[in-house]
Nanobody, 123 residues
């Protein structure tokens, strides 16, 4: 499975961005997908995940109510709509795929990772 993330950029606090991630290769629609991020000097952290058929979504407390994860099953895409961005959201954002059907929050449960896209939120 190959993952290509895009959509990062520079935005002012309070603004919005939409990240996209395209999956290809031996990807199956039953796989769950997620987003993680890593800020400078910090460990990678879970952001959001979506299970098979979008039945279950999970969010980190820090983004709940501001971020929305969604999928396009026809095109093997996953999106992260980010609103009310804050400087603390500045990080490299990674999409990931787990060969489980349910949404999971633990990075070690993900089997494939994209290359990351940088989001910078200015104050």
């Amino acid at each position: 499975v190959q993952l290509q993330a895009s959509g990062g950029g520079l935005v002012q606090a309070g603004g919005s961005l939409r990240l996209s991630c395209a999956a290809s290769g031996r990807f199956h629609v039953s796989y769950s997908m997620g987003w993680f991020r890593q800020a400078p000097g910090k460990e990678r952290e879970f952001v959001a995940a979506i299970g098979w058929r979008g039945r279950y979504t999970l969010y980190a407390d820090s983004v709940k109510g501001r971020f929305t994860i969604s999928r396009d099953y026809a095109n093997n895409m996953v999106y992260l709509e980010m609103n009310s961005l804050e400087p603390d959201d500045t990080a490299v954002y990674y999409c990931a795929v787990s060969n489980t059907a349910v949404a999971v929050t633990t990075g070690s449960r993900y089997n494939y990772w994209g290359q990351g896209t940088l989001v910078t939120v200015s104050s």
